[in-house]
């Protein structure tokens, strides 16, 4: 496996920020009841980590190890900064929707750690690949959770689609369930936490399946070579 895809896979399973690491779970609890809301915080987070592990990665070279974490800090809540003006102008309702979830990317450890372990020591291309992955496997997660809180707590998938596409996002809701009264359990706190579990849960038996296959695949060829 090349170098490339090994960061993709990292950041996309085998490393997830939100299913392995638990990074970042203020946000992602907080935010994901519904699929639109979990995209809006995924693209955020997506495109700080792009754009903070690029910049750290470029100035690696002349941060000094006694300030670096204070210096990384300042990188990040500048871009942070800039994605929260640019979403208020253009997003508005989903930016009050979003709240302080937005302002408080800045103290979300998945995006200090990967600077500081990860573009901090790498060149810029791996660095830029390493937050696009984590942050695309991070905005799965909260897609992935959204949907499910929504549509066992509404019965519908991408309500309110109008925040981030315009009027004719109102054409893109599902109603999945007629005459649904809704489960209030799953849009409310203790859903995410019982949701994210179920998650984890599966990822975990995924893969314990998949170290099975391999080890029952290279059983034989061991005892071949023995024989």
């Known amino acids: ?18 299913f392995v690491a638990l990074l970042g779970l203020c946000p992602l609890l907080a935010v994901s009841n519904t699929m ?4 809006g915080l995924g693209m955020a987070t997506t495109l700080t980590l792009v754009l903070s592990n690029g910049v750290v990665s470029l100035v690696r070279h002349r941060v000094g190890g006694d300030i670096r974490l204070p210096i990384f800090v300042l990188i990040i809540a500048s871009i942070v900064t800039a994605i929260e003006l640019a979403m208020n102008a253009y997003f508005h309702e989903l930016y009050k ?15 200090i750690g990967r600077a500081e372990a990860f573009a ?35 019965g519908t998938l991408l309500s309110n689609a109008h925040l981030m596409f315009g009027e004719w996002g109102q054409q893109l809701t599902i109603r999945v369930f007629e005459n649904y009264n809704g489960f209030l359990l799953a849009i409310l706190p203790p859903g995410a936490f019982i949701g994210l579990g179920m998650l984890i849960a599966l990822k975990n038996i995924v893969d314990a399946r998949q170290t099975q296959k391999n080890k029952a695949q290279t059983v034989p060829v061991s005892a071949i070579k023995s024989s």
């Not at 020591?121 to 809180?149: E, I």
Request: hydrophobic residues 50%.
């Open 1 to 18: 496996m090349s170098e490339y895809s090994k960061i993709v896979r990292d950041g996309l399973w085998d490393n997830n920020q939100a």
């Open 36 to 39: 639109i809301n979990g995209i």
């Open 97 to 111: 929707i979003l709240g302080i979830f937005i302002p408080l990317i800045v103290t979300n450890c998945a995006i």
């Open 120 to 154: 901090s020591k790498k060149p810029v291309d791996q660095a830029l690949l390493d937050g696009f992955s984590m942050g695309l496997g991070f905005t799965l997660v909260l897609v992935l959770l959204g949907a499910l809180r929504e549509l066992i707590g509404s």
